[in-house]
T-cell receptor, first 112, second 115 residues
């Protein structure tokens, strides 16, 4: 069955430093990999996504890399700011089943 | 500004009572997901629909939970009877299905407390 592992579960960085969150998945039919940011008491919101025919995508300070062979993908946040503090979720979409399965989440704290 | 609408936003109920949560997906979206989240934990997939047909509800406790989509503008998640362990935030999300994956958008969530 589908499985998504996300690491680390918590991450604390100093403002201005970079943050990296990694996810691995098991379903080789997975072809879409979004990342969501959830602030306390709010709904998850999409921040960036990548499809299986692309190895890297960047949007200002955030980027995502995908290694389909190794079945892992990562979120990179550069020049972190206190407002980046939130819980980040990776997700994996299976083209076979249509399911969107989420990782366990990473709580990011950016210290001023 | 199109958005997924969920009701109720907050619900406190007594153990044993029936709870019904409703979701209006974004107009034109053909895929609807129900997720459960406890104490800022992960998002647990309960059930999902495509073109109103249930595709998978294996994540849902069958004895007390049921999910339906009576029409394209309404999805429901029902718990009967409710138990304290059902206390959680229930998110509905919708998207436009594509073979290469689709962006899904979350509603604000229904915050359920069972006492």
């Amino acid at each position: 069955g589908e499985n998504v592992e996300q690491h680390p579960s918590t991450l604390s960085v100093q403002e201005g430093d970079s943050a990296v969150i990694k996810c691995t998945y098991s379903d080789s039919a997975s072809n879409y990999f979004p990342w969501y940011k959830q602030e306390l008491g709010k709904r998850p919101q999409l921040i960036i996504d990548i499809r299986s025919n692309v190895g890297e995508k960047k949007d200002q300070r955030i980027a995502v890399t995908l290694n389909k062979t190794a079945k892992h993908f990562s979120l990179h946040i550069t020049e972190t700011q206190p407002e980046d503090s939130a819980v980040y979720f990776c997700a994996v979409y299976s083209g076979n089943t249509g399911k969107l399965i989420f990782g366990q989440g990473t709580t990011l704290q950016v210290k001023p | 500004d199109a958005r997924v609408t969920q009701t109720p936003r907050h619900k406190v109920t007594e153990m044993g009572q029936e709870v019904t949560m409703r979701c209006q997906p974004i107009l034109g979206h053909n895929t609807v997901f129900w997720y459960r989240q406890t104490m800022m934990q992960g998002l647990e997939l309960l059930a999902y629909f495509r073109n109103r047909a249930p595709l998978d509800d294996s994540g849902m406790p069958k004895d007390r939970f049921s999910a339906e989509m009576p029409d394209a503008t309404l999805a429901t998640l029902k718990i009967q009877p409710s138990e304290p362990r059902d206390s959680a935030v229930y998110f509905c999300a919708s998207g436009l299905q594509a073979s290469s994956g689709n962006t899904i958008y979350f509603g604000e969530g229904s915050w359920l407390t069972v006492v």
